[in-house]
């Protein structure tokens, strides 16, 4: 069964850096593209950025290109995404979600979201 | 970036109720739509990719069809557990983008 759980959220001051984890279990984390999502509190869904298998390709959303850093470590079967110069804006709730391939672009499963506050 | 405007933003609907969502794309993105049920507190759950194939385990009630710019995602027989919002995702250019939300709720 597939399993997606983040962590690693929690409350930082503006200007400050966290580091999100996604650990993967019940499939072969190698043979798929992964990705974050973000939802801020009563927001829609937001795409922040993708990672092809082999860490080949990534891909960023404007609002967090330069700042946030999407990384995967295929032997631990674990998921990254280092943010920087955090705002009030990236206050929400942060998804990793499981990709096919690139043809098969939907998010077919999704974690149970880790929440970030960015607040003085 | 590519805008995907879904309408109604809310609707009222009653238990067997058919209910029709539609999704418009700035630009054509063909086939590549997707379509996703949210409930409150939980994540986001898949329910048609490439505009009108069912992802496993989902009900044959739901449907999608469409191509081009516009799409619709279409409820037979609305039950208890589909009051939730729903979200079209285009996954046709990058970065992907996701219409605003339809919440569906009970009349």
């Known amino acids: 069964q597939v399993h997606l759980v983040e962590s690693g959220g929690g409350l930082v001051k503006p200007g400050g850096s966290l580091r999100l984890s996604c650990a993967a279990s019940?499939?072969?984390?190698?043979?798929?593209?992964m990705n974050w999502i973000r939802q801020a509190p009563g927001k829609g869904l937001e795409w922040l950025a993708y990672?092809?298998?082999?860490?080949?390709?990534?891909n960023y959303a404007d609002s967090v290109k330069g700042r946030f850093t999407v990384s995967r470590d295929d032997a631990g079967n674990s998921l990254y995404l280092d943010m920087t110069s955090l705002t009030a804006e990236d206050t929400a709730i942060y998804y990793c979600?499981?990709?096919?391939?690139?043809?098969?672009?939907?998010?077919?499963?999704w974690g149970q979201g880790t929440l970030l506050t960015v607040s003085s | 970036d590519v805008q995907m405007t879904q309408s109604p933003s809310s609707l009222s609907a009653s238990v067997g109720d058919r209910v029709t969502i539609t999704c418009r794309a700035s630009?054509?993105?063909?086939?590549?739509l997707n379509w996703y049920q949210q409930k409150p507190g939980t994540a986001p759950k898949l329910l048609i990719y490439?505009?009108?194939t069912l992802h496993g385990g989902v009900p044959s009630r739901f449907s999608g069809s469409g191509s081009g710019t516009d799409f619709t995602l279409t409820i037979n027989g609305l039950q208890l557990e589909d009051f939730a919002t729903y979200y079209c995702?285009?996954?046709?250019?990058?970065?992907?983008?996701f219409g605003q939300g339809t919440k569906v709720e009970m009349k």
């Open positions: 979600a499981r990709q096919p391939d690139y043809s098969n672009s939907y998010f077919d499963h």
């Open positions: 019940g499939f072969t984390f190698r043979n798929y593209y």
């Open positions: 990672i092809s298998y082999s860490s080949t390709y990534t």
């Open positions: 630009d054509s993105i063909n086939r590549f």
């Open positions: 490439a505009a009108s």
């Open positions: 995702e285009q996954s046709f250019f990058v970065p992907r983008t």
